[in-house]
């Protein structure tokens, strides 16, 4: 969510910014939200509405004149200054949002239970029952103002000063608030579940991820936990590229960056895509888990490849720049504004083996003359839609959209894909299939569904990538090989 425009980064990577949850802007900012929610992506949203809230924003909204006077702002002194303060106000206004999205069912279960013990101090909330029932809808039930007081109870722990002056019972409820704290123990799944920003309804997915993957306890604990925060903005290096001096470089200009030994890994400071690294075609944003998707696709230079469903090709350059501009690859997506974007990151990244082309996926590619001169492919990459639940620590509003009926639709739509990419695969070389989600169902399932259709392929690896082992998304891969 890097903005070119912008002196600091807007995005919820950045750990420089102090949050202050007591801002009384929050309160019309997420009435606007609440306005809008399930229509559009938070991120898109918070890009164009966030700024007519902040420090040197616009003042067309009616509650904000006086929204303005009671934060007491400083006008800026120079052009930068008023930037700079404009650009960190609203990288507060958005790190807000995305904590709000992330405890918003807490939020709502809090408030629903608060009241209900208020009218029988010994009621006992029933959490699977309730939270069956819950939609989002019924946040616009909730005063803003309470609303945001459990938001930074969860986040910051403290008691917000201004919210408590302006609720009664603000001392009530933090001691419930505590007692909900004391609750949400992992032997406990509903309420630890809840605490973590995920439905109760979820825990047999989560289960059924534990078994798939033969995770401890402690390791689906940790997954859970991880749900809450955002992982660092991962970059990948070109071939041609220095780590230690990218490092350097990025530092140098006010990125807030790191140099682990799984990579670079920016977590604030200034918008990558204002760098001297990035506009030189020496870093690409991506991130740990989709780096190691690609690694997957082993292409060497001179072999022929497909990247089916590339997107914006963020996969589709890693592997190009595995092949070293020799060979072929060929990116294929429904939508050609996505293509158009791979190719202006292509040219970028001096990349020019990369053809692409639309591709709808509803029946077998016709084979480009390189690819049937050897009768298929050596690598397809099937990178397939799917519920992006292993994306929910960076897009927490995702989460909400989630629905399992929408999952069975994207069972059908992957397998279809699937169906129709294994043609393309030469005798002996290989399909890769992979998500961005955790779900078993859209992934060792899936695999296990392909094999019983073609026999000819068989499974030489399949693992979930990324978190929990490390701080990324997570996402699944598998490796599946033609016979020769």
Known sequence: MQNSTEHTTVSPHNTTIDVQYEDSRLVPLWRAWLEVAGTMPLDKWIKTSVRQFAHSGPTSKPE??????????????????????EAVDTASLSLAMFSALRF??????LEVAYRATVQEPEY??????????????DLQAIAPVAFWYWIQLRVKGDQPKKNQAQLRDAEARRHFFNKLMRDAAFNNLPVFLLWHG??????????????????????LQDFIVQQVSTPPLWLRLQKNAVAREVFNSLQQQGVSVLLTEQGLAARGGVGIHTTDAYKNGLVEIQDLASQQIAASVAAKPGQKVWDACAGAGGKTLAIAAQMNNKGALFATDLHAYKLDELKRRAKRADIFNVRVFTWEGIEPLRLP???????????????APCSSAGTWRRNPDARWRFDPADTQELVQLQQQLLTNAA????AGGRLVYATCSWQVSENEQQVE?????HPEFSVESQVIA??????SDTMFVAVLRKSA
């Open 466 to 471: 990324g978190a929990p082992e490390i701080d």
């Open 104 to 109: 918003q069912q807490l939020a709502s279960g």
């Open 124 to 137: 006992a909330m029933d959490w699977v029952a309730w939270d069956e029932g819950w939609q989002a809808r």
């Open 64 to 85: 904000y004149d006086e929204v303005k006077k009671h934060n007491k702002f400083k006008p800026a002194k120079t052009q930068a200054d008023h930037a700079n303060a």
């Open 369 to 383: 003359k390189e690819a049937a001169q050897q009768q298929g492919f050596d690598w397809v990459l099937i990178d």
């Open 198 to 219: 995920l439905r109760p309804q979820w825990s047999e997915l989560l289960k059924a991820r534990q078994q798939a993957s033969g995770w401890s306890d402690k390791t």
């Open 449 to 453: 569904w392909f094999l019983s259709q």
């Open 423 to 426: 043609p393309a695969v030469r």
